[in-house]
């Protein structure tokens, strides 16, 4: 046994083991930084991509909902127009995507704090709305015109500017 270990055919399988046992060494460490690698990209695209996506919505949803507002009062339709039941679907799409954003995907305190005001200024663009919709219905364009003028259209430009700081902060 003493004469094997001074052989070189000792020597050379001894150098290939260590060889082999570096290269597992060297395999398990690419594994594990791979694994750490797709949990980070994992966790970049549903933290932020998704929240991006789904503030997207929002904001999408509000601007469709503001514009149809615009439509029925120059164009001066009524109650049985086309354009107050698809205000009710955007209405349903912003909450919905409002829902699935707020408070779950909000990950940092200083996109809590935006989001928190966001949805404060949210709800009081929804409640708005139903006001100047109840007024369209009941035949009060007057009025409507005079809430969307002094009361919607400045929160809705605050609300907008609010989605923007939140799509930063997800940004960033």
């Not at 082999?20 to 933290?47: D, K, P, R, S, T």
């Not at 002094?150 to 809705?156: A, H, K, Q």
């Not at 609010?162 to 902060?169: A, F, Q």
Request: charged share 20%; with cysteine; proline share 2%.
């Amino acid at each position: 046994m003493t004469q094997f270990v001074h052989t070189i055919k000792f020597r050379i399988i001894l150098a290939f083991g260590i060889c082999i046992v570096l290269m597992l060494g060297i395999g398990l460490f690419a594994l594990e930084a791979i694994f750490n690698l797709n949990q980070n990209m994992h966790n970049a695209y549903v933290q932020n991509t998704v929240a991006i996506g789904e503030l997207m919505e929002v904001r999408a949803s509000q601007l469709h909902v503001r514009r149809l507002l615009w439509k029925i009062r120059a164009t001066s339709e009524g109650p049985e127009s086309a354009d107050v039941a698809e205000i009710a679907a955007h209405q349903r799409t912003l909450q919905k995507a409002w829902s699935a954003y707020y408070p779950a995907r909000v990950i940092s305190d200083g996109e809590r704090v935006v989001a928190d005001a966001l949805d404060g200024e949210l709800k009081t663009f929804l409640s708005l709305v139903d006001q100047e919709l109840q007024l369209i219905n009941t035949g009060a364009v007057a009025e409507a015109a005079k809430l969307q003028d002094t009361r919607l259209i400045p929160v809705g430009d605050k609300l907008g500017d609010s989605i923007t700081r939140d799509v930063e902060l997800n940004v960033k």
